[in-house]
């Protein structure tokens, strides 16, 4: 006779770029074991593919986890917590002041209250000289370990990963996918850009959503009060 089985229970949420609505489930403890180890090992790679495969079972509507942005992905990872480990986590702040170890704050973060926020002024499709310009698309999480592991020092890292971000070049009604065309040819077209038109670019990863919640504490020892917003989803994993 076989052991019963519960039935993990079902919630939904709202896919922040492309607004299809979803339904998830609950962390297992296998998951839950899972993203533990992973978080013990601090290897980014290790991370990332536990962090794919709890996000791909806890998910009960089929979608391609390796085409979401960034920032989809923290939500969504941020909101099947809240529903496995519970709504609340603690967070501690230092004081920016005071040099008293003692100096630190503690503070509950309600994970339902964490959105994505949204810049009035992004857009993906950036006019760069006459007809042409490019649309951009999202890092997504395959470009983590990309992003995490590029030399802040060196030009190639950065263009590399600017170069993976691009969904196609326009002149006028002509289209150049990035998938049609060769990373050196794209490349290229980068690097001839002025630099007016490439800060036009830098503003599309400056003002992309993100997820953050505003807090703010007060210093047990001094008692200044600090505002703080926290972006990421490493400071609720």
Known sequence: MALPIQSAPSYNTVIPSTGEKINFRPFLVKEQKALLLAQQSNEQKTMIDTLKGVISSCTMDKININTLAIFDLEYLFTQIRAKS?????ELIFNCDTCE???AKAK????LTSISITKNE?????????DDV????????IDMLEAIGNIDTNSVDSLFAVLVKCIDYIYN???IFYSNETKESELAEFIN???QKQFQKIQ????SMPKLSVDVSYDCPICKKHHEQKVEGMNNFF
């Open 172 to 174: 006028g009604e002509e």
């Open 192 to 194: 001839n850009l002025d």
């Open 133 to 140: 310009g490019v649309v951009m698309k999202y890092p997504n």
């Open 85 to 89: 480990v519970g709504e609340i986590v």
């Open 107 to 110: 503070v509950d973060i309600d």
């Open 121 to 129: 002024s992004h857009t993906k499709k950036i006019p760069l000289f």
């Open 100 to 102: 008293d170890e003692k």
């Open 203 to 206: 503003n599309f990863f400056q």
